[in-house]
């Protein structure tokens, strides 16, 4: 079976570009904001006491958690507007068939199509 260039069209291509583009620069708004206010939470553990302070500790695992979330998808988000830029977006990085635009429009930076995404554990 060949593999074919994309078939989507150039505006559908633009479309899922700038998609790819609002979220990223969402994203990096929220960890500039998210950065400003974890200085905020080491402050503030100087006078809380201990159950707080699990309170404080629980909550900064968690943000590490959301962090390490939003770095993730930032890389995908940043593989996906490379491989715009290179003409090979839209294709399963697994099985490299055309993953469903459908998908695509559900989360613009899908590298795989929902047969391999879902084998995926
Ligand atoms: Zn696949």
Same mark, same amino acid.
């Given at each position: 079976m060949a593999v074919s260039k994309t078939n989507m069209t150039k505006s559908e291509l633009a479309a899922f570009k700038k998609l790819l583009h609002i979220e990223q620069a969402t994203l990096l708004e929220i960890e500039s904001a998210a950065k400003a206010s974890s200085q905020t939470v080491v402050l503030d553990q100087?006078?809380?006491?201990r159950v707080s302070r699990m309170d404080a500790m629980q909550g900064q695992a968690m943000a590490i958690e959301t962090a390490q979330r939003r770095t993730l998808r930032l890389t995908q988000i940043a593989a996906a507007l490379k491989r715009l830029a290179q003409d090979e977006?839209?294709? &399963?990085? =697994? &099985?490299a068939k055309l993953i469903n635009p459908k998908r695509l429009e559900f =989360?613009?930076?899908?590298?795989?199509c929902i047969q391999c995404a879902s084998s995926q554990c």
């Open positions: 100087t006078s809380v006491g977006y839209g294709f &399963c990085l =697994d &099985c =989360d613009p930076a899908a590298n795989r």
